[in-house]
């Protein structure tokens, strides 16, 4: 492979080590950690639906940032209000700041860049708070700013194909020679693999593909040290 594409968020740090920050921080509840983790899951599979939703113009971005959190606590039982919501999308927001690359991922980087590997990255969300995530991850020290996209600024969304198909443009890849990393199935997988890319599949959450999925992912891995031991193994993404 000559270029390798990220996402971001639960692919390049963890993101539940926010999301466990803020609960403890505005919830009186003991939560166990495995509670929080349920949470979690809920959350980001509640973020998914409302982010299509804000996207589609039907709802507001203050809506599925505070609607998430009011969906996954109902599935939970736990009492919430919209005005406790949005504190919490405040502080989960402040907690974000404090975000750090996986170890393993900054050893990969590393060895990509040594290697002559073009990077990039691909990530959903509102501009001004994923570069913000991007800032902080400090990935400028391997990917240049012009091979950093945000759905916001492109206008379309994963698993949609224009972003795909917009960096495929801009950087005039080779798609047979283009592989794409991230944790979702349905943003990342699909969107990659329907224009012809190579995906590898950062499922850390232990998901099940989707019943009835037309794609497949060409690597799967289970935490970011297998991530980084699939490129450094002989027959690595870099080389099939």
């Not at 570069?131 to 020290?141: H, T």
């Not at 989707?210 to 970011?224: M, R």
Request: aromatic share 10%; net charge negative.
């Amino acid at each position: 492979m000559n270029t390798i594409i990220f996402d971001v968020d639960d692919t390049l740090y963890d993101q539940a080590a926010s999301f466990h920050r803020t609960v403890r921080r505005l919830f009186d509840h003991p939560f166990t950690d495995e509670e929080i983790d349920r949470l979690f899951r809920s959350s980001r599979k509640h973020s998914e639906i409302l982010f299509d939703k804000s996207e589609a113009g039907l709802i507001s971005t203050y809506e599925w940032q505070t609607g998430r959190i009011i969906a996954a606590c109902q599935e939970f039982n736990i009492p919430i209000n919209a005005e406790k919501a949005a504190t919490f999308n405040e502080v989960y927001v402040e907690e974000q700041k404090e975000i750090m690359l996986y170890t393993e991922v900054e050893e990969l980087l590393d060895l990509l860049i040594k290697e002559g590997k073009q990077l990039a990255v691909l990530t959903n969300g509102e501009v001004n708070h994923q570069a913000m995530k991007i800032e902080k991850l400090g990935l400028d020290r391997w990917i240049r700013a012009d091979h950093t996209f945000i759905s916001g600024a492109i206008g379309h969304a994963k698993p949609k194909r224009e972003p795909f198909l917009f960096i495929e443009e801009k950087l005039g890849l080779d798609r047979s020679q283009t592989v794409y990393i991230g944790d979702s199935f349905e943003k990342d997988i699909i969107g990659a693999k329907q224009v012809g890319w190579k995906a590898i599949w950062m499922n850390h959450r232990k998901r099940h593909v989707p019943d009835g999925a037309i794609f497949q992912p060409d690597n799967e891995v289970h935490s970011a040290i297998e991530l980084l031991n699939l490129f450094k193994a002989p027959q690595s993404p870099k080389t099939f």
